[in-house]
């Protein structure tokens, strides 16, 4: 299906430039792909990327915010996951045209 700049509107353009900035920092592309293997909690990601959990909160609030990733509480505990299957599909796309240079 072929998407036009004629058929977006300008609000839609201003959104899929902010999704492009949101995607477009290296710790949100690195807990996107943690989130491609598995639904995690922020110590998890936090241990896994070795940085603080405060840091993997700020980032999480910026993906949760623009719609990237979603959470679910399970207890006390609180996972993240890819928010659809369109985020997983731009992460990975974006990912083999990487690696087929």
């Known amino acids: 299906m072929a998407v036009y700049k004629e058929e977006l509107s300008e609000n839609s353009l201003y959104i899929l430039s902010e999704f492009f900035k949101t995607i477009g920092n290296h710790t949100r592309i690195r807990i996107l792909l943690l989130l491609i293997e598995q639904d995690a909690c922020v110590s998890n990601i936090a241990d896994r ?13 910026l993906l949760k915010s623009n719609k990237l990733v979603r959470q679910r509480r399970d207890g006390k505990m609180i996972f993240y996951t890819l928010a659809d299957e369109h985020v997983c599909t731009v992460v990975k796309t974006g990912t083999e045209h990487i690696l087929s240079r």
């Open 49 to 61: 990327l070795g940085i603080t959990q405060s840091a993997v909160s700020h980032q999480l609030s």
